[in-house]
């Protein structure tokens, strides 16, 4: 699979919540960061990238994937995309993203998404805030020190 393949293969297991397939698309040593939130509420390994993933997904009715442009070039992989998240309660937030992706040797070794908080945060229900609160977030890896900014 060339880099874009494995990207796309991550997309498509991300949307069908298919938590095995995602764990799949990740090393031991692989990183997700999330960049409003800083570093240091990153995850890291397959398990830990998917307990990242349903903090924020496990609690929605449905989401939708509006794949744009990608570009690949160096072993990096970058998307830009927009989800549209559907909570039980009847909210919804249409959130913007460009991603990008570090791809070695067939794996995903580093995912930042670069979104707006606000965009989130303001049109999630409370009690999808109140999940966040009280989550289990025994998953976090402080990537601070990891030199990941550009």
Not at 21 to 48: E, L
Not at 52 to 78: S, T
Not at 119 to 124: E, Q, R, S
Request: aromatic share 12%; glycine share 8%.
């Amino acid at each position: 699979m060339n880099d874009v393949e494995v990207v796309r293969a991550l997309w498509g297991a991300l949307y069908d919540r298919d938590w095995d397939r995602i764990a799949g698309c990740f090393g031991p040593d692989s990183i997700y960061w999330d960049v409003p939130t800083g570093p240091g509420a990153a995850a890291k390994g397959p398990a830990d990238i998917v307990s990242r993933l349903k903090l924020g997904l496990d609690g929605l009715a449905g989401y939708e994937h509006f794949l744009g442009p990608m570009l690949a070039q160096d072993g990096i992989v970058v998307t830009e995309h927009r989800e549209v998240w559907h909570w039980p309660t009847g909210e919804t937030a249409s959130l913007p993203f460009v991603s990008v992706m570090t791809v070695t040797d067939g794996v995903i070794t580093l995912w930042k998404d670069y979104w707006d908080f606000n965009t989130l945060m303001d049109a999630a229900p409370a009690e999808w805030h109140e999940r966040l609160n009280s989550a289990d977030l025994s998953w976090v890896y402080d990537a601070t020190d990891d030199n990941l900014a550009p």
